[in-house]
């Protein structure tokens, strides 16, 4: 289980981060994932990263404006997000030990951090 932060309320154009933690186990051999789920929508992909965090996809809603980073030694991956629009508007997920190929992540069943709900409104 991924330990990750909480999400929050900011407004249109504000940034805010995320981070995820995963307790034990070598990091850097895991590639990991964010995804969010806004309400009656599916899961959909938002980023991803390699093992060493020399490749790195975001999708394209939010290229640009999203940035996926990490710090091997802490174990951790951070999802920094700029520009923030309304239709951010939705819970993020984190994951690791999927499948990072052909700029996609394929997620792990296993590894799954808790949700952070971030909501964008005026």
């Known amino acids: 289980q991924l330990v990750q932060s909480g999400g929050g309320l900011v407004r249109p154009g504000d940034s805010f981060g995320l981070s995820c933690i995963l307790p034990g186990g070598t990091f850097s051999n895991y590639a990991m994932g964010w995804f969010r789920q806004a309400p009656g929508k599916e899961r959909e992909f938002v980023a991803a990263?390699?093992?060493?965090?020399?490749?790195?996809t975001t999708s394209e809603p939010v290229k640009g404006r999203f940035l996926i980073s990490r710090d091997n030694a802490k174990n951790t991956v951070y999802l920094q997000m700029n520009s923030l629009e309304p239709a951010d508007t939705s819970t993020y997920y984190c994951?690791?030990?999927?499948?990072?190929?052909?700029?996609?992540?394929?997620?792990?069943?296993?590894?799954w951090g808790g949700g952070g709900q971030v909501t964008v409104s005026s």
């Open positions: 994951n690791g030990g999927g499948t990072y190929r052909d700029d996609y992540y394929y997620p792990s069943l296993e590894y």
């Open positions: 990263s390699s093992g060493n965090g020399g490749r790195t």
